[in-house]
Structure formats: C-alpha cells, structure tokens
C-alpha cells in the first residue's frame, strides 16, 4: 500500500479520495505549520509528499526519503520546492493550476474596495471610540467607478481581476512582457501599456505576476516614484515580486497613498514599520482561502496523486 504523509490539515474530499485510491495516508497532526526538523523526522518512507505552500522542500528534505517518488504540492506556485534536486531523483512534482483564479481576483478587489473606502479605518474606529456623528469630510474616500487600473501580470487571474472591475466601470490597463494578441484585448477590454507608463497612469495598481528571477523586486524605489501620489498598490501575487523596504518608505513619504499586502517578501515574517501605518492593509496570504478554492485544490491534488498510483498520465505535471 502505498504511503502518503501530508504536511499540514487539509480538507476531508482529499483524504476520502486518497484513501479510496488505495493509499495509506498520515497526516502532520498539530494544527501550525511544519517545522524542518519535524519534517525530516516525521517524513519517514512516504511515497508520496504534499506539502503546504509555506512548508520548503529543500534537498536536505528529500534526501531523507529515498522512497520518495512524487510531491503533489498544495497550491498553484512552487517556489518552495527545489525543482533541480527533484528533478536529479527523478521526483515527480504537481500543483493545483487554475483552481484558484476567482477567490484571488476577488480578494484583489476587495481589497481595493478596502483601501478606497477606509473599511479597515472605519472599522477600528468603531470597535474603539466610535463616532461622533455624521459630517460632510469625515472619513472620505474613493469611488471605483471611472478609476484606472493597471494590472501587472495578465493570466488567467489577472484576466478574472479584469473583467470584476470592469463591472465598478473601471479603466482596464496591463502589462506583461508578451503583449496579448489584438483580439483576445479586444475580448477582455484590456489595453497593453509598458510598465512605466500603465504605473504613471494607474489609479490602482494590481500585481498578479508570477515570481520569476526577472519579476523579483520588479516594483522598487525607481517604479514607486513613477506611480501617482493618490494611486494605491496591491500584492496578492509573491511577496519578492515587489521591495518591500521601498514600498515602506513610499507609503511613509506619501509618495503613494496606500496599499494592501497579501504576500510577504520574507514570508510570513511582515517587514517591521508596515503595521504602525494607517494607509496599508495586511493581510495573511489568503488570497484563496475559501472553502470552495481549497477544496477545488484539494480535488485536483487527488486527481494527480491517484494518476500516479493507478500509472496514468499525470495531471497538473510541471516537470
């Protein structure tokens, strides 16, 4: 029978369907996330991994296993695995692709809704002193409607942040290295711009790109400068995609008015200085933490892992 060993709590679909696929499961019991060490003493002879997003599988980690065979990574990124030393043993890794397109792009608006309508403010506000009354400049904010957005990253969650706004009337700008085709804009309603300029021209600024070496610190002090002093910035994509330590002292500086931060260049460390500021959002990577994203996730590791066992294609492979 073999062994799966699963590093974190996951839904109910996923051990169902593993165990009616014939495998042994075990599961990390404690609620927290996994540390190394445990790791490398509870991984034991799993076939089988699927590690959390968060949990790093390093070389040291697989060394540990030599039955390992294949990691069904939880989540659609895998900048937590090292793909090189999987790929010397001959490990197999999958991810859960596409599954996570609407809660993200719906968190993305969201949190521009936040930000523009000081809800986190307003919401202190209440759960402290309160207010005194209603008054004509108290707390004003911004409508969406008839606002510029610029999305940085068009796949496919950009696209769905894309077509949300346009429901708020929103002005719909993009970038990306390879520009989409004319029709398929022109099926979106999106215009392509070069970075500088959609950042100059940009009411809101989106990140949805993917980490890569070319996308680290893509947004830094010489972008943020570039940027309105009345636009805001959102990150529900990577942490590293933009600096942090500029995007502190621009939003000290008022250089931008605000943002909101799913994601953390040193995750799940938070850079100190971004939780004593009232223009900033903090949020706890939870752009899919929705009962029906995790468990649309939890479907797609299954479908992968049971194509392995019952030796079928592979769904979801990404080496």
């Given amino acids: 029978m073999p062994k799966v060993f699963i590093t974190a709590q996951v839904p109910d679909n996923l051990l169902q369907s593993l165990q009616d696929a ?9 609620e927290g996330a996994i540390s190394q060490a445990e790791l490398l ?6 076939e089988v991994l699927i590690p959390s997003l968060s949990t790093k599988i390093d070389r040291e980690i697989m060394d540990q296993d030599p039955n390992l065979k294949m990691i069904a990574n939880y989540g659609a990124g895998f900048d937590n695995l090292d793909l090189v030393a999987a790929k010397e043993k001959g490990i197999k890794i999958t991810n859960t692709p596409g599954v996570s397109t609407n809660a993200v792009a719906e968190l993305t608006l969201g949190l521009m809704l936040a930000l523009s309508r000081r809800v986190v403010e307003s919401d202190h506000l209440m759960h402290g002193q309160g207010f005194e009354a209603w008054l004509p400049l108290f707390l ?3 409508e969406l409607k008839g606002k510029t957005l610029g999305i940085v990253g068009l796949g496919s969650i950009g696209q769905a942040v894309a077509k949300l706004a346009q429901a708020f009337e929103m002005q719909v700008n993009y970038y990306k290295p390879t520009p989409l085709a004319p029709a398929k804009e022109t099926e979106l309603a999106v215009h392509y711009q070069p970075l500088d300029q959609l950042l100059a021209q940009s009411d809101f600024v989106s990140l949805n790109a993917a980490l890569t070496e070319s996308s680290r610190h893509l947004i830094n002090a010489a972008k943020l400068k570039l940027m309105k002093p009345e636009a805001v910035l959102i990150n529900v994509a990577r942490g590293p995609v933009v600096d942090e330590a500029a995007v502190l002292e621009a939003l000290k500086n008022k250089q931008i008015a605000g943002a909101a931060l799913d994601v953390y260049e040193h995750e799940p460390q938070v850079a100190a200085g971004f939780k004593e500021l009232d223009n900033v959002i903090l949020t706890p990577h939870i752009g899919n933490a929705t009962v029906e994203a995790r468990e649309a996730m939890a479907a797609s ?8 066992l019952n030796g079928q294609t592979i769904r979801h492979l990404i080496n």
């Fill in 22 to 30: 014939g495998a042994k499961v075990r599961v990390y019991p404690q």
């Fill in 301 to 308: 590791i299954a479908d992968s892992v049971s194509d392995y």
């Fill in 41 to 46: 003493a509870q991984i034991q002879d799993a």
């Fill in 140 to 142: 004003l904010g911004h």
